[in-house]
């Protein structure tokens, strides 16, 4: 959430029989009009150039074209991770991974494994040969042993590995079989930790790791947590390294997606390293989709325009993409009949610090796919409003079913780790669209 601009303080007024004529500065004028004229323009923008050549459904090829080889790692697993995890279904058997090779004649030689927090492991039995690319990403189909635990009704969170001849990578946090279909489906939205660069272990960080703990116990068990961006307030390498680190000792699975915030500077790349490459992806758990979706850094700072908090928007590949998700296309099994979009900038908002760009197409996607809910952050205050952007007659802290016909609704979150107002808000789904919320504070030990 950007900072507001200091207004000029307030000059007494002057009569106007005394006043002097003002000599006109036409140079000045134009030059501050041709500065920022210029500078709309000729942006100088915090998206690195290879990221915005590939949009931001491409983030993992640029991940894997310009970030993976600069860090001389011989391998990466880049899905399924802490901040994009895997989650099947009951019954569900297989599984793709998809790993990063600086070699990729090593790929017949990979083995991946699955892990237990307490350590016990199960190797993952291979269904194909790998199929690589020539950006080094491979596509590992394999099969899930019936002995890997699932657990009943919450599932057992596991870790991934895979090894190959010149090194090995493990994400924590990674794998999720449920044993039985959750109903309804329990999501924790958390959003704007604003974690600190310059503060390892600090407070904001033991806040993170007891709510994600917190969570954990609750019964009926929450089945997993959205983080809706602003991960860091000013990003950077170690801060990222020590995200991931949290988010994959949670012991409920984390989709994460970034804020403006993740953008400062170019520190996106150390959101696409250490967090996931992924800055949209998508999680179909039998009739439930969660659509992660980014809406891109802050206006003012991508194109120099705009004061007021609004993002640099959409890309029209994101909308197709999205429709194409809640079409079932992706895939193959049918349109999903309950769903739920997260997205940072939210697309209604009292402050109007809104989606940029494609807005209203994400919100006819999200109409004309049957979405119950949009949960985003950013605003730093809690609001609601119904699909068309009224927030009369809905509480913005409980609502036990929020009535067909003013789904999707928008739900925005505060900062979660805020001592004063922080908390969750619980978000049920249940399998035909039906949707119930609440906001929970919490008091800090």
Known sequence: ??????????????????????????????AVFGLLLGSACHPEGVLPKGLVERGSLGSVEFTAAELYPASGSPIELVSPRAGSPALLGPGEEELTAVVWLADTREASALELTARSPEGESWSLEPGAQPD????????????????LPSGAPDGSLLGLCVEGPSGAR?????????????????VAQLTDLHLLRGDPGGERERRLAYLLGHLGTQRP????????????????????????????ASPLPVIALPGNHDFKGGGIVHYLEAITPELDHAHRIGPYLLLALSSGPGRWEEERRGWNGESAGLEAGQISWIEEQLGGEAVGAGPPSASLILVHHPPYSALGMLIGRNRKGLLRAARAGGVSAI????????????????SQGLNVNREDEVAPRRRPVTLVGSPALDRLEGGVRLVELYPDGRLGYRFVSLGWP
Do not use: K, S
């Open 1 to 30: 959430m950007p900072a507001r601009r200091a207004t000029g303080a307030h000059e007494p007024p002057v009569r106007p029989a005394i006043r002097e004529p003002r000599p006109a500065v036409p140079g000045l004028r134009l």
């Open 132 to 147: 690589c690319d020539g950006l080094g990403l491979c596509r590992l189909r394999v099969w899930l042993r019936p002995e």
């Open 170 to 186: 493990c994400q924590p946090g990674a794998l999720l079989r449920f044993a039985e279909l959750p109903v309804p489906l329990r």
């Open 221 to 248: 068990p929450i089945h997993l947590v959205a983080v809706t961006g602003d991960l860091a307030d000013v990003p950077g390498p170690d801060l990222a390294r020590r995200t991931a680190a949290l988010l994959g």
């Open 375 to 390: 949960l985003a952050g950013h605003t730093h205050r809690q609001e609601v409003f119904d699909r068309e952007g009224v």
